[in-house]
């Protein structure tokens, strides 16, 4: 306390009256007082705070970034954005499997002391000493600026590899929230503006409850198996539906397999000692029937078919065993998929093929069998998606922020997506911290599906109970994707 005294005494006195003209004080109170007054606020003091705060000039005042740790433990980035009507944070979520050739790059410190050299200290480093400087003072409705300021000015990568997607967007992140506060919109009608839609829809959640591939040690070769709730009347039902067939899976499990059957991967998936992918699909459907939603819930698959290519071009169905006695070519996994969408609910496969396998996934895709989703294959990159329009290749695009590394980007893709009328899954990753973000971007999109994980772990839930709140928040207006409108979502434009 006594520094402080000293310190102000120190600085020179301002005379009070041109205190009072230099930052406009009278002005803004008395318009505070009037506004206050016109709309007779219940609580006339903080009718008053409210109105000043509208009146303080919308700047960035403050970027800050910090370490924090994702759903596995590894660090993570958070950037905090401040201006005078808050604080706004946001981090960057970070996936399991090596990231895809069409990816933003994912900066880590590469220190093997450190984390294993998963640290993120580079990329604080980045926040605070790069990109603050040059965005403090912006208004943080300035979204598309901002974000070209970072990836165009700072970074000029094509890939992010100097700053870094997670470093980048982070901070976008965190800028769209206050932008949203500046604009006294919540999150989600604030996204929802920015790409012109007036339609908010709440998302049919694909669960993710038996885990495969590269996400499993069991023989299980598809990477994720997932439950959507389609025949639910609204997201709080489908809620419902959702955990109750995870539920009965669980008990499923356990009886057959064994207690240490019902541990769960990063997603929340179940990792039972399978073998053979139609074990999973024929417990799935088991628990399905037993929770009553026979033809209400159905079977989506991510095949992450790109890690079972081989060196000759075929697909390796038994990669995890190194067998090599279960190579297909690209038509015979079309036939295994024929097969499998016979035999079982299935109404989407991500991934087929491999990323660069045009040709296999546009043969499939025009079958007609079920919705054909874009992962890797598209990498959420606006060229990809317009060319893989163009040719037809898929028909939905499973939307991921950290594959493109700015929310700008990620709105671009998402509207060259409704424009080919193809369905937008959002989409989650592996290492994910409770912000909720993806939530409000998947209603402000209209986006029909929404990937998030089980319905298990803190951080999978952060997203599934922000869109209970967004489906109370809109009451009567709220529009669920049930029905076929999971797939055809297209965003309603404002008049």
Same mark, same amino acid.
């Given at each position: ?14 005379? #009070?009256? %041109? ?8 002005? !803004? ?5 009037? @506004?206050? +007054? *016109? ?123 100097? #700053?870094? %997607? ?8 965190? !800028? ?5 506060? @500046?604009? +006294? *919109? ?310």
């Amino acid at each position: 306390m006594v520094g402080q005294d000293v310190r102000a005494r120190d600085l020179p006195r301002v005379p #009070l009256d %041109a205190y009072l003209d230099m930052h406009r004080v009278n002005q !803004v109170v008395q318009r505070a007082m009037s @506004e206050t +007054a *016109l709309a007779r606020e219940e609580i006339p003091e903080a009718g008053l705070y409210k109105h000043i705060l509208q009146a303080t000039p919308p700047v960035i005042k403050q970027l800050r970034g910090r370490v924090i740790y994702d759903c596995r433990g590894n660090p993570a980035v958070e950037a905090e954005v401040v201006t005078a009507k808050g604080k706004f944070r946001a981090s960057a979520p970070s996936g399991a499997m090596p990231p895809g050739r069409y990816e933003a790059f994912e900066l880590r410190d590469k220190v093997p002391s450190q984390f294993h050299g998963k640290g993120v200290q580079r990329a604080i480093k980045h926040i605070n000493e790069v990109i603050a400087p040059a965005i403090v003072g912006m208004n943080p409705s300035y979204q598309q600026e901002i974000d070209d300021i970072m990836t165009q000015m700072l970074d000029g990568t094509g890939n992010l590899s100097k #700053l870094g %997607a997670n470093t980048i967007l982070s901070v976008s992140m965190a !800028v769209c929230k206050a932008g949203a506060v @500046e604009c +006294a *919109l919540p999150l989600y009608r604030y996204i929802g503006e920015m790409v012109g839609n007036s339609q908010f829809v709440l998302p049919v959640p694909a669960f993710n409850v038996i885990n495969g591939g590269l996400l499993a040690s069991n023989h299980l070769s598809v990477k994720e198996f997932l439950i959507l709730p389609v025949g639910a009347n609204s997201f709080t039902e489908a809620m419902r539906m959702g955990t109750e067939v995870y539920h009965h899976l669980k008990a499923l499990i356990k009886v057959k397999y064994g207690q240490d059957a019902i541990n769960v991967g990063d997603e929340g998936g179940f990792t039972p000692p399978l073998n053979d992918n139609s074990d999973a699909l024929d417990l799935i459907v088991d628990a399905i029937d037993k929770a009553g939603y026979t033809g209400k819930v159905r079977i989506s698959l991510d095949i992450a078919a790109t890690s079972m290519l081989t060196e000759d071009g075929t697909y390796d169905m038994d990669f995890k065993k190194y067998s090599g006695m279960a190579t297909r070519t690209g038509d015979e996994m079309i036939a295994l998929y024929e097969e499998y969408c016979e035999r079982y609910p299935i109404v989407s496969i991500e991934d087929p093929f491999h990323q660069d396998d045009f040709e296999n996934t546009s043969n499939f895709t025009a079958l007609g069998l079920c919705q054909v989703v874009g992962d890797e294959l598209l990498a959420s990159r606006p060229q990809r998606v317009a060319a893989a329009a163009q040719a037809k290749v898929c028909n939905a695009l499973l939307l991921k922020m950290n594959q493109v590394g700015t929310i700008s980007e990620a709105l671009q893709a998402a509207y060259l997506a409704k424009e080919a009328r193809w369905d937008i899954v959002a989409g989650h990753r592996s290492g994910e911290s409770e912000d909720p973000f993806l939530a409000d971007l998947a209603v402000g999109l209209a986006c029909g599906q929404i990937k998030a994980g089980a319905p298990c772990r803190s951080e999978r839930l952060a997203k599934y109970n922000q869109l209970l709140r967004i489906e109370e928040d809109l009451g009567k207006a709220a529009v669920f994707a049930n029905g076929a409108n999971y797939r055809s979502m297209p965003y309603t434009k404002r008049t």
